[in-house]
């Protein structure tokens, strides 16, 4: 695993990803340090002087009327933790933990939050250590930032709280810290505070949600390209001269993958044999144009994080009066760093993070709602062409896939509920001081529920699809393209065995399921097509 080094100009979505999921380590070079320790210079001589100002030498939001007294501005700062420490229920998914903690370091390490270099090593050295903080469900209204979820992983650089070792047991904070060799940090002025206010949980959750829909449209294009098969139907529709006429990227790119996965096959160009048609149903003509929709969705919510990723969340900030090139300014010529001044803001306002995971929401839901309707639609034999009923072995003493579908069917229904927009919502806070908030956190938290959804919707069509193209094989011998004879060996292999007398179906619909989400399905294919791009081709 490559080590993640930490710049003051940000970080991309893989190094989150490697970091998050892969345990990365991180390294904080000296250019940064340097960077971080010219900001700090401005918050030293503003905590020096006479006036008042937020974060630095007063209290917090609705109590930032008080000006506090040098003598109790450490207190201050601990003190923010620790209140703001009050999540509650389930514990968060440690990758969304160390995306949390990680994203926190990379605003930290702008060298526009004002804390010192001390602060920057002890957080890249807890990510190092494996040491997650325990981080819980409720907590963050998403304005104001994470802010229960950050002060959660603060209060573990307090040497305070619980946190989960490298070895996936709990156990005081204290403890692990001190098997580490790593001392509980002491906190100065805007240090607390600057370890709270941000869009991390939000974004990371947003960057790991794009990087498994990208997995997960891929991966729909492909099962509706092999239900269109399995049904006979026509492969007209995924010319590319009638998505020229409608020129969305996303939909070129699905109707693109649809047709590379249908090549060869000898069951299209059927529909108009024993029953005929003169278009196929809407779930299948239409799909490049309900995934490629998600896909255009998907490829605007990258757009948002990757700016999220450039930004400097912090309230307040850190400002350079330099203007020319401020941040190379600072680093090289650090007797001008001193030049510069701290301002309040509303940049850690959740709302742009948070409309694209509600974005993101709706069309998973949409999504798996055209494909359970495929499914459906090959396990009714009076719209399967020919298809044994559910695709059972002896339909009447089997059952096939019938209650594989109700299960689709109850997962497309709670998607459809995770689709009501979180962001729509506010509840005032803080004294109506924070009167207006985003509720990006739970829009990203339903989002992962959702995604996951989707996973388990598209691995069932999967089951439907294969064992209906290994029916129709064995009943009339002809047989599907090269492309879905790979998925079909590649999923047998994988746990899910083809067509026979019923039998406990849950293991292979999970063992599906898993074949999607890894990316399993799209390698089987690109192993006959060669990758599958991104564009119409």
């Not at 160390?98 to 602060?119: D, E, I, N, Q």
């Not at 190092?128 to 209204?141: D, K, R």
């Not at 298809?387 to 459809?416: C, H, N, R, W």
């Amino acid at each position: 695993m490559h080590t993640v080094v930490v710049n003051p100009a940000g970080t991309t979505p893989a190094d989150v990803l490697a970091v998050a999921r892969h345990d990365a380590p991180v390294r904080i070079p000296d250019r940064t340090l340097t960077a971080v320790a010219a900001s700090r210079r401005i918050i030293d001589e503003l905590a020096a002087g006479p006036d008042p100002v937020y974060g630095v030498s007063t209290g917090f939001g609705a109590l930032a009327v008080r000006h506090i007294a040098p003598e109790l501005r450490v207190r201050l700062q601990h003190h923010i933790v620790r209140s703001h420490a009050a999540g509650i229920g389930p514990r968060v998914e440690r990758e969304v933990v160390r995306a949390l903690m990680f994203l926190r370091l990379k605003t930290l390490c702008s060298g526009r939050t004002g804390v010192r270099p001390v602060v920057v090593r002890a957080l890249a050295d807890l990510l190092n250590a494996g040491i997650t903080p325990v981080v819980h469900e409720y907590g963050s209204l998403g304005c104001s930032g994470d802010l229960a979820p950050l002060a959660h992983c603060a209060l573990t650089l307090l040497g305070e709280g619980e946190a989960e070792g490298a070895d996936g047991r709990v156990r005081p904070a204290a403890d692990l810290l001190a098997e580490h060799g790593l001392a509980p940090l002491e906190l100065h002025e805007k240090e607390g505070l600057a370890l709270l206010n941000g869009t991390d949980g939000m974004l990371g959750m947003l960057l790991m949600a794009c990087a498994d829909l990208e997995i997960l449209h891929t991966a729909a294009d492909i099962t509706a390209a092999l239900t269109l098969e399995a049904l006979m139907g026509t492969d007209r529709v995924l010319d590319p001269a009638l998505h020229a006429l409608r020129p969305h990227p996303g939909q070129a790119a699905s109707a693109g993958i649809m047709r590379r996965v249908v090549a060869g096959s000898e069951l299209l160009g059927h529909h108009q044999d024993d029953e005929p048609r003169v278009q196929d149903a809407y779930s299948v003509r239409c799909a490049p144009q309900v995934s490629g929709a998600g896909r255009d969705t998907l490829a605007h919510a990258r757009l948002v994080a990757e700016r999220e990723l450039a930004a400097a969340v912090d309230n307040p900030v850190v400002l350079f009066d330099v203007l020319d090139e401020p941040d190379a300014a600072r680093v090289d010529n650090p007797d001008r760093a001193g030049m510069g001044r701290v301002e309040s803001n509303g940049n850690f306002h959740g709302a742009p993070v948070g409309y694209v995971l509600d974005f993101l929401a709706i069309s998973v839901a949409d999504l798996a709602s055209i494909a359970e309707r495929r499914t459906d639609r090959l396990l009714d034999r009076r719209r399967s062409h020919g298809l044994p009923a559910f695709l059972a072995d002896d339909p009447g003493v089997d059952s096939g896939l019938m209650i594989a579908q109700y299960t689709q069917a109850g997962l497309v229904s709670e998607l459809k509920r995770l689709a009501v927009p979180a962001s729509v919502d506010s509840i005032p806070s803080s004294a109506m001081q924070e009167d207006h908030v985003s509720m990006g956190w739970s829009a990203a938290r339903k989002l992962r529920t959702a995604v996951d959804g989707l996973a388990r919707v598209i691995g069932i069509e999967l089951c439907a699809a294969t064992r209906a193209l290994e029916l129709r094989e064995a009943a009339e011998g002809r047989r599907p393209g090269p492309a879905a004879r790979a998925v079909v060996e590649a999923l047998r292999a994988a746990g899910a065995p083809g067509p026979g007398p019923d039998r406990h179906l849950a293991p292979e619909l999970e063992a599906a399921t898993g074949f999607v989400r890894s990316g399993a399905l799209t390698r089987a294919v690109e192993g006959v097509t060669g990758p599958l791009a991104s564009t119409g081709e």
